[in-house]
């Protein structure tokens, strides 16, 4: 943008320049025409100028406007989300899981919301009917219960995990049950995961509000956020489920895309 501009006036100059030469060697010229010509070589000159003028001054608020969101980019907090399985002392197995979210990055001036949902994201293909969709169980009580430090910095969150919930079992007996139904029914298809969407609202050291999504680990946008939410409201007829309630047979039952397809 720079280069253009100084070429531009690089021209301009030029211009005028060759028009002067021009008007110098014009016979029976007058004084009036001379100052005429001068006058108005002054005026662009002026508007060049001032364009100049300009064009720096937006520049440099541009630049202050840059630097500034870069330092404040770089005092932003920093989320992450820590797993940790459970092992069962009488089986030696790690059928529980547990997790805690911290800041590891700069304090918050305030944490205005956390709010952590699970749900059971299955993706399901009908290979003769050429269906494919995704939709999400939602979960009640995964972690069972979890708990806000007050920090602003470190540990904000952790969930109370035991070796007798076994919330991780049950999703990896789910997971089997679609393998074992998918070989079964080979124009059928069923994969079923976990997912962890997680909001954060805080208010950084500049007074400035934010709010963060992710999915476990990794960041995601509003749009899929409220679309998991939407979806997964709209297919099935319970707000949340128990972990206890997981089975194959929950899918043909209350997803509303599943009943339709079977029937």
């Not at 969101?69 to 920093?78: G, L, R, S």
């Not at 590891?104 to 749900?119: D, H, N, P, W």
């Not at 070796?163 to 789910?174: F, H, W």
Request: hydrophobic share 40%.
């Amino acid at each position: 943008m720079k280069v253009y501009m100084f070429i531009f006036i690089g021209l301009i100059f030029v211009a005028l320049v060759g028009y002067g030469v021009y008007a110098s060697k014009l016979e029976n010229k007058t004084i009036e025409k001379v100052v005429g010509i001068s006058t108005i070589m002054t005026g662009i000159a002026s508007i060049v100028v001032g364009g100049v003028s300009l064009y720096v001054m937006v520049s440099q608020k541009s630049t202050q406007e840059l630097l500034l969101q870069i330092q404040k980019n770089e005092h932003q907090p920093t989320f992450a989300v820590n797993y940790h399985l459970i092992k069962d002392e009488n089986s030696g197995t790690y059928n529980s899981e547990e997790f805690k979210i911290e800041n590891i990055g700069e304090r918050m001036k305030a944490l205005t919301q956390l709010q952590v949902r699970s749900f059971i994201k299955v993706d399901y293909s009908h290979f003769d009917k050429n269906i494919y969709f995704t939709t999400y169980i939602p979960l009640s009580y995964y972690f069972n219960a979890t708990v806000r430090t007050g920090n602003l910095q470190g540990v904000i969150l952790y969930s109370v995990g035991s070796e007798y919930l076994k919330n991780n079992l049950k999703v990896s007996n789910l997971y089997m049950e679609a393998v074992e139904y998918s070989k079964e029914h080979e124009k059928e298809h069923v994969d079923i995961s976990r997912i962890d969407l997680i909001k954060i609202a805080y208010i950084d050291i500049y007074n400035d509000e934010n709010v963060q999504y992710m999915n476990k680990n990794q960041p995601i946008d509003e749009t899929f956020y409220n679309q998991v939410m939407k979806v997964s409201q709209s297919n099935f007829s319970h707000l949340s489920y128990n972990l206890d309630e997981l089975n194959m047979n929950l899918l043909w039952t209350d997803c509303e895309q599943l009943k339709n397809i079977r029937q």
